[in-house]
């Protein structure tokens, strides 16, 4: 099975503190992303949350929606998930890492996937279109923090 992976970095003008706040409270992610519609927590344990996210209609008008559980480790400033409802994929995980770099938070994301033999689209389709997403939403999330930020700091 043909494996893919992305990995997309930005730094964010903002203390750590508040970026690690902001990314990690998924509740709110439909607030950060634009692609989420919801957030919903479905456990919490220990440093781990299993949510359920469904995204806005796409072109088309499908709705898609999956589960996933992520484990924080704000020791290491490290994220890692997984879906658990895995979807058009065979398997996805997630790395987030934090670090605080000149001119703020470096936050890097880091996917490894396949896709099913019957999804809709190959692994190399998915990786473009990933990789594309994930810039486009970090570029958003780098703007939505810096500017609670600010706010905050006022």
Known sequence: ?????????IVIDAPYRE????????????????????AEI???SGDT???????????NGAVWSWVSARTVDAATGTVRARRVETGPFAFMTLLWTYREVPGGVELRWR????M??????????????????ST?????IRGRVEERARRRAA
């Open 1 to 9: 099975m043909e494996s893919g992976v992305t990995e997309q970095a």
């Open 19 to 38: 970026v690690w706040e902001q990314t990690n409270d998924v509740p709110a992610w439909p607030e950060l992303f634009s692609e989420y519609a919801s």
């Open 42 to 44: 479905l456990e919490h």
């Open 49 to 59: 949350v299993t949510f359920r996210l469904t995204m806005h209609p796409d072109e």
């Open 111 to 114: 996917q490894e996937f396949a």
């Open 116 to 133: 099913k033999p019957d999804a809709p689209l190959d692994t190399p389709a998915m990786t473009a279109r990933i990789s594309a997403n």
């Open 136 to 140: 486009f939403q970090l570029e958003l």
